[in-house]
């Protein structure tokens, strides 16, 4: 069946570096979509990406979608505390979650 | 409501014993999601409601799950004879529409302790 892999599963930066979290996916995907989990809280959806190639901004927040449509990047500028949390990608119309990336950031 | 609601949103229960987890969605979502996640992993697609079409039942891991909704309002998962493995957070989630078309607007989950 389908899987989706995230890579890191964790990563620890000190505030101010950059993240990326990284998405693949065995097969094509019709559509990604992002989530963020803060710690002991509930997913909560960032953005949804469709077009091959497509690239989205939120503020520090950079999402893009692989021109093959079997990958995705979630880069983050200059984190701050806030940004702590677990990154989910979710693939296709089933939504096939991946295991997240966990972000811790050191002050 | 504003948001998506569970309840409860902490159950601890007897091994054996049978529980009802509660979803009532946002009003106008179609769509309605059961997720199941075990602490410290990711989520597990358990069951996928759309309007009044069949549900995707795919995701149960066993004859021990079941999940109903009546039309386009409340859900409720049942767990007969709980296990151990079954403790996790179970997450309800909804949509306007369709799997994919929109991003899934999740409630803050029912925590199933099963001691």
């Known amino acids: 069946g389908q899987q989706v892999m995230q890579i890191p599963q964790y990563q620890h930066v000190q505030e101010g570096e950059d993240f990326t979290t990284y998405c693949n996916s065995s097969?094509?995907?019709?559509?990604i979509q992002w989530y963020k989990q803060r710690p002991g809280g509930h997913p909560v959806f960032l953005i949804q990406l469709v077009k091959s190639g497509e690239v989205k901004k939120q503020k520090r927040l950079t999402f893009q979608f692989g021109e093959a449509k079997k990958n995705s990047s979630l880069h983050i500028t200059a984190t701050q505390t806030t940004d702590v949390g677990t990154y989910f990608c979710?693939?296709?119309?089933?939504?096939?979650f991946g295991a997240g990336t966990i972000l811790r950031v050191k002050s | 409501g504003a948001g998506v609601s569970q309840s409860p949103s902490n159950k601890v229960t007897e091994k054996g014993k049978d529980v009802e987890l509660r979803c009532d969605p946002i009003s106008g979502h179609t769509a309605l999601y059961w997720y199941r996640q075990r602490l410290g992993q990711g989520l597990e697609f358990l069951i996928y409601f759309q309007g009044n079409s069949a549900p995707d039942k795919s995701g149960l891991p066993s004859d021990r799950f079941s999940a109903e909704r009546t039309g386009e309002s409340v859900s409720t998962l049942t767990i007969q004879r709980t296990q151990q493995e079954d403790s996790a957070v179970y997450l309800c989630?909804?949509?306007?529409?369709?799997?994919?078309?929109?991003?899934?607007?999740f409630g803050s989950g029912t925590r199933l302790t099963v001691v």
């Open positions: 979710a693939g296709n119309r089933k939504l096939v």
């Open positions: 989630a909804s949509s306007p529409r369709g799997q994919g078309d929109y991003g899934y607007t």
């Open positions: 097969t094509t995907l019709s559509n």
